[in-house]
């Protein structure tokens, strides 16, 4: 499976940005899907993620309330609209294919595929 993530770009603080994860090579309706960023100097962290069936999200600590990931299994795609953006969700930011239908109990574990990111940019 290869993903692809888009939908990155420059934004003021107070935007937002919706970004999508499309997947080929497979299909990812039967498996969770995540997002997380890296910023430079920062190790990478997790964002968000999302069970098979959209039924149960996860969402890290500094997004909640924010962010909201979504996923349509007949486009073999997942999305992350991301609101009330901040300079310190500069990133890039990456989606995931875990290897079952839940993330791991870390919500780090568990990731089978990684994807390419794109790079958001908030300017203050």
């Known amino acids: 499976v290869q993903l692809q993530a888009s939908g990155g770009g420059l934004v003021q603080a107070g935007g937002s940005l919706r970004l999508s994860c499309a997947a080929s090579?497979?299909?990812?309706?039967?498996?969770?899907m995540g997002w997380f960023r890296q910023a430079p100097g920062k190790e990478r962290e997790f964002v968000a993620a999302i069970g098979w069936n959209g039924g149960i999200t996860y969402y890290g600590d500094s997004v909640k309330g924010r962010f909201t990931i979504s996923r349509d299994n007949a486009k073999n795609t997942v999305y992350l609209q991301m609101n009330s953006l901040k300079p310190e969700d500069t990133a890039v930011y990456s989606c995931a294919a875990y290897e079952q239908a839940y993330p791991g109990t870390g919500l780090v574990e568990g990731v089978q595929y990684w994807g390419k990111g794109t790079q958001v940019t908030v300017s203050s």
């Open positions: 090579g497979g299909t990812i309706s039967s498996v969770a």
